[in-house]
């Protein structure tokens, strides 16, 4: 039995009975994680369990086959969670390694971005930065070498806004739609499927993409055109950033006067300065394991970003400059692999004092 037939039986079971009914779908997997099947099954549950591919699905139009392409530390979760959702997927990455993963769990492998343009009706890509995806966009063997006229690219990257709408006129101009949807969350949010997810791109394409937007996010907001999810994001790293450097001088000040690092972020929580920042990188900021979230070097790259689309509007962000500087100093400093509450480290430095 297909899952999306089982759908009126799932809601009328619990959770747990439900994930039992599920794992019998896809044996492989779930047999050794019924932690995840748990999980899918309650994300279904919670969505109305839209967990088929939508072209079985009356009324609803979803691409028969999905292609993701980029399993880093985020591509691989949210790749695994349209697996875990049922849908048909094929995946590329350079490193094997990490596509016979997703193979193992139900996916199928591609030998490049144009083979998995060739297989799917929409293309997820999650790269590191502007450079790689305009290759795997419009490189050799790239998605555009292979998408057929009507379908769809979605690419998830933190990227630039300008770029984002080059590439979104070089689809167009090829009868593929394009979507820029970068993601806020972490690779917490991405493994639980709960990141924030802003999208530029036409209002059709978008609501074309958004039952799948739904499995890897919590919150899914359509910002505006072309290019905009990409500002959005320029935003939302710009106040990342600038609070965990607030925190990180906020920490040494208080550390250096006698104060407990521990007491500050309890008391600092739990009034207006508390943030999600704050709240996903305490441990961090206190165990002093820098062990990568988010890298310096890929927020170093972000700021660069959001002071491009800075000039690029008129908008002064000194503030922003001076704490990509310091992304900078960390990277001259050997720290480039380092998560990025690792600007705590550069304030110590300058204060002659480590938190303890």
């Not at 839209?50 to 609803?60: A, L, V």
């Not at 591609?110 to 997820?124: G, K, L, N």
């Not at 905009?228 to 208080?254: D, H, M, Y």
Request: aromatic share 4%; proline share 4%; net charge negative.
């Amino acid at each position: 039995m297909r899952p999306q037939k089982m759908a009126a039986k799932i809601r009328a079971t619990s959770v747990s009975k439900a994930a039992l009914l599920f794992s019998s779908l896809t044996p492989r997997f779930y047999a050794r994680n019924p932690a995840s099947a748990r999980s899918s099954i309650r994300r279904g549950v919670a969505r109305g369990l839209k967990i088929g591919p939508r072209s079985q699905r009356k009324g609803d139009g979803m691409s028969e086959k999905v292609g993701f392409v980029g399993l880093g530390l985020m591509g691989r979760p949210m790749a695994r969670n349209l697996v875990q959702a049922g849908y048909d997927l094929v995946v590329y990455n350079r490193s094997r390694g990490k596509v016979e993963e997703l193979v193992a769990e139900g996916a199928e492998a591609a030998e490049s971005p144009r083979e998995t343009a060739e297989s799917s009706d929409i293309v997820f890509t999650m790269l590191p930065g502007p450079p790689e995806v305009r290759e795997v966009v419009v490189g050799e063997n790239g998605l555009l070498q292979g998408a057929r006229e009507g379908s769809l690219l979605v690419d998830m990257s933190t990227s630039s806004p300008i770029l984002a709408r080059e590439l979104a006129l070089a689809a167009r101009e090829q009868g593929v739609g394009m979507l820029d949807a970068p993601v806020s969350g972490g690779d917490v949010g991405a493994v639980e499927g709960t990141l924030s997810i802003m999208v530029g791109g036409e209002e059709e394409e978008f609501g074309q993409a958004k039952p799948l937007f739904e499995v890897m996010g919590k919150t899914v907001v359509q910002v505006g055109e072309a290019g905009a999810g990409q500002t959005v994001k320029a935003c939302n790293q710009i106040v990342v950033a600038l609070v965990i450097e607030a925190v990180s001088e906020a920490l040494v000040l208080g550390s250096k006067a006698g104060v407990d690092p521990a007491k500050v972020i309890e008391v600092l929580s739990g009034g207006l300065a508390g943030t999600s920042v704050m709240e996903v990188k305490a441990e961090k900021f206190l165990s002093r394991d820098f062990e990568p979230g988010g890298k310096v070097e890929s927020h170093h790259k972000d700021l660069g970003i959001a002071l491009e689309a800075g000039r690029e509007h008129g908008v002064p962000l000194p503030i922003t400059a001076i704490v990509d500087g310091m992304f900078g100093a960390l990277i001259a400093k050997g720290r480039s692999g380092w998560d990025h509450s690792a600007l705590l480290t550069l304030v110590e430095e300058w204060a002659g004092h480590e938190t303890r």
